[in-house]
C-alpha cells in the first residue's frame, strides 16, 4: 500500500468499472500534507466536523479519507468534486444520493492506523474494512466477542504465531460483511462464521442466507489486514495502489 493521496489527486482517469468489476483502491496517509490540505471541495458540514477533531491523526485521517473518496467520485462520475453528495440509509451507511442517477455506483470506506481503502462497485451489496495488527490486543478477549463457537474451536487449534493474523482476516471479513449488508452493529459478528477457506461464508446472520453466496476475498499486507464482501458471485477485482 503506498498509493498517497498526492498521487491520487494527480490522476485524471481510472479504469473502466462494470457491473462485474470491484475496485479496491489502497491509500497511505501522509499526517503532515494534512495539515494543508486544501478543504474547499468538503461539504460545510464535513468541514466542521474535521475542524472539531482535537486529535491531529483521527482528523487527518477523516480529511485525506473524504478528500481521495471526493476525488474518485469525481473521475468515476465525471463530475466536480463538490457536485459529490452522500446521504445515509436508514441504518447510518453511507451512499451517494441519488445513487439511481450515478449508473448504480456504490462506495464503501475503512481506515485504520494510517492507511485508507476505498471500494466501488455498481448495483451490488459491497463492505470493505481494512485493521491494523496490534500487539498490545487482548485476543483472547476479543475472540470471545467477536468469533462463532466453530471459529473459537478452530483458531485456539492454531500454532500460537498464526493465531493474531488469522484472528484479524476472520474479523476484517465479518466486519466487510456487516458493512455490505448496511444494517449496523445491531448484526452480531458471533452470527456470522467464516468458512475453512477464508473465501466465503459458512453461516450468516438469521434472515441473511444470501450472503453465503456473496463473494469474500481477504489480504494481508505488511501490519495491516483488508476484507472485500459484495453481492456478486464472481467479481473481477483490481486492488489499485
Known amino acids: 500500500m503506498s498509493l498517497t493521496l498526492d498521487t491520487l489527486l494527480a490522476r485524471h482517469?481510472?479504469?473502466?468499472?462494470t457491473e462485474e468489476d470491484v475496485h479496491i483502491w489502497c491509500l497511505e496517509i501522509d499526517f503532515e500534507s494534512?495539515?494543508?490540505a486544501d478543504m474547499s471541495c468538503l461539504s460545510p458540514e464535513e468541514q466542521a466536523r474535521a475542524r472539531a477533531m482535537s486529535h491531529p491523526r483521527s482528523r487527518g485521517t477523516f480529511v485525506q479519507a473524504r478528500l481521495a473518496l471526493r476525488h474518485l467520485l469525481r473521475l468515476y462520475l465525471d463530475v466536480e468534486a463538490?457536485?459529490?453528495?452522500?446521504?445515509?440509509?436508514?441504518?447510518?451507511k453511507p451512499r451517494l444520493q441519488?445513487?439511481?442517477e450515478h449508473e448504480g455506483l456504490v462506495f464503501n470506506v475503512s481506515h485504520s492506523g494510517d492507511r485508507v481503502v476505498i471500494g466501488l462497485a455498481r448495483n451490488t451489496p459491497l463492505g470493505v474494512d481494512v485493521e491494523r495488527l496490534r500487539s498490545e490486543r487482548d485476543l483472547e478477549r476479543l475472540a470471545d466477542a467477536c468469533l462463532s463457537e466453530g471459529e473459537i474451536e478452530r483458531w485456539?487449534?492454531?500454532p500460537l504465531e498464526l493465531k493474531p493474523a488469522v484472528f484479524y482476516r476472520w474479523w476484517t471479513a465479518k466486519e466487510a460483511l456487516v458493512k455490505a449488508i448496511g444494517r449496523g452493529v445491531a448484526i452480531g459478528l458471533r452470527s456470522i462464521e467464516v468458512g475453512v477457506d477464508d473465501r466465503h461464508f459458512h453461516r450468516a446472520p438469521?434472515?441473511?442466507s444470501e450472503v453465503l453466496n456473496w463473494y469474500l476475498e481477504t489480504w494481508d499486507p505488511a501490519g495491516y489486514s483488508l476484507a472485500l464482501v459484495c453481492g456478486l458471485p464472481n467479481p473481477r477485482v483490481s486492488l489499485l495502489r
Open 13 to 17: 482517469q481510472v479504469p473502466l468499472l
Open 34 to 36: 494534512s495539515r494543508s
Open 82 to 92: 463538490a457536485d459529490v453528495h452522500f446521504s445515509v440509509n436508514p441504518h447510518g
Open 98 to 100: 441519488g445513487t439511481a
Open 156 to 158: 485456539q487449534a492454531l
Open 206 to 208: 438469521a434472515g441473511w
